[in-house]
Each structure stands twice: as C-alpha cells, then as structure tokens.
C-alpha cells in the first residue's frame, strides 16, 4: 500500500498527478489526511477528500510514503515524523516532492544522499548532495524538485515497484512519450 499524505496547502498536481500513475499501474494508494478532518484543501483552493484520518491506519503495509509538497507544514506533524523514521528503519521506499524533502532533511535522512528539492529547500538537506535535477533517486530515496516533477516521480516510482516495462506501458499510454 502506498500512503500520500495531505496537509492543508498542499500543491495539488503533486498529489493528484502521482495517485493517477500509481492507480493506473495497479498498486494501491489510501490517501491520508493529517489535518484532522477527511476534506483537505490544496494550495490552489482544490479540496480533496482524503481516504482516511492520519490516525486510522497502522501502516504496517506500506510499501512506500509519499510526501507532496506545497507548504512546509508537513514537517509539523509528529505522529508522521516517527512513521517516516520506523518506514525508513525498515528499509522500504520514500518519496517526497517540493518542499516536503525538508522533513527528510530535518529528520538526518539526507546525509550521504542524491537529493532534489523546490529551490530554497536545499538548506534542510544536511548531508545530502543537492543536485536540483527535476527528479532524484538514491537507494530508496525518491526526491522531486516541483509541480512539473509530479509525472516523472510517479514513473520513476512505479519502474521501482513494478518494472520498467509497466512504467514505459503507462508512459506510452498517457503519452509522456510525445512530450
């Protein structure tokens, strides 16, 4: 199971963009607010309806966290710090886009890492090797820098979980090929 994450202000396109690609290749997704309430609003005003409350799931099948960016308010909450570190402990993936790779960084899971951010986030990368390429992998450490990163980190993501040969089928499909 993947879990994406929302807190109000998130960027839409970083959320909504990946939950297609990952639903498309098969792999399922429980979109998780962690604002409290089910309906959470994105940085352009778009509310989005989370599956559930942060509070509700025990994580125990994650695959793989995804973090989308938009504000730096994901770093804020407590209960998804410690879930982040215990998922990274267990050695399973992380991806975060934007602004979220900060909490990454604030949590010392960059140092020695291959790292992209939204420009002005590098600072919290202690120890990472910025490297502001549109996306970054590192062992299984998924980074993207912005918006336009949304496409290619959800691919990038499904070539590590399913094959390469799934994710150049769904690129071929949602012709990101012709770009």
């Not at 995804?66 to 998804?80: D, M, N, Q, V």
């Not at 982040?84 to 990454?104: F, S, T």
Request: net charge negative; proline share 5%.
């Amino acid at each position: 199971m993947i879990y994406l994450f929302l807190v109000t202000g998130f960027e839409e396109v970083e959320a909504i963009a990946p939950i297609d690609i990952f639903r498309r290749a098969g792999l399922p997704v429980t979109t998780v607010s962690i604002t409290g309430e089910l309906t959470v609003t994105g940085s352009h005003g778009i509310p989005v309806v989370a599956d559930s409350l942060f509070e509700d799931n025990d994580y125990s099948d994650a695959t793989l966290l995804f973090l989308p960016g938009g504000t730096p308010k994901i770093a804020e909450h407590e209960g998804l710090q410690q879930l982040i570190l215990a998922h990274n402990d267990a050695g399973r993936p992380l991806a975060a886009i934007c602004a979220a790779p900060m909490l990454l960084g604030i949590l010392g899971l960059s140092e020695g890492k291959r790292m992209t951010c939204y420009p002005g986030f590098e600072t919290y990368l202690k120890g990472a090797d910025y490297t502001a390429a549109l996306v970054e992998r590192d062992g299984l450490m998924f980074t993207g820098k912005g918006p336009a990163a949304a496409l290619a980190l959800g691919y990038a993501i499904v070539e590590h979980l399913c094959g390469q040969d799934t994710a150049e089928q769904l690129k071929q499909a949602m012709m990101y090929n012709d770009l």
